[in-house]
């Protein structure tokens, strides 16, 4: 009988030990929020082990790797319009990753690299910039 079980049971076992290992800690007040983060969760799991099984062993990624690369897609095609407010950080890969990075016309504000006034931004994520400051702000240093 236990025999049985175990037969049975391992790839349900193995899909709950994969999906605590990184588990995302999201509080959030709606009831449905953590259902959504957990089948994201499980997607995630799913898509390494086809990835697993796709690849050579010597080729394969970590489950860590294959998250921050799923993570790090994600960012790259995100386009941020800003509606206002306090402004945060933007990450890295998004602000030297080198799509639609343009500058456009816009209402007078500081300058993001050295702090003077503009009246240009780029058009990727709302960050204003002077016509010399936009290179050397997406540039790595």
């Given at each position: 009988m236990i025999a049985n079980y175990i037969k049975g049971m391992g790839g349900v076992d193995l899909m709950d030990r994969l999906l605590s290992a990184y588990r995302p800690r999201i509080k959030g007040k709606k009831w449905w929020c953590n259902?959504?983060?957990?089948?994201i969760?499980?997607?995630v799991v799913a898509a390494w082990k086809l990835h697993c099984r796709v690849t050579l062993p010597s080729q394969a990624m970590t489950l860590l790797d294959f998250r921050r690369e799923v993570v790090?897609?994600?960012?790259l095609g995100a386009s941020r319009l800003?509606?206002?407010g306090p402004t945060s950080a933007i990450s890295e890969c998004v602000r030297f990753d080198g799509v639609?990075?343009?500058?456009?016309s816009s209402t007078q504000g500081r300058c993001a690299y050295c702090q003077a006034n503009t009246w240009k931004m780029c058009a990727k994520y709302g960050?204003?910039?002077?016509?010399l400051c936009f290179p050397l702000f997406h540039t790595k240093p």
């Open positions: 259902l959504f983060v957990n089948g969760n499980t997607a790090h897609g994600l960012t800003r509606l206002g639609e990075h343009y500058l456009v960050k204003r910039l002077h016509e």
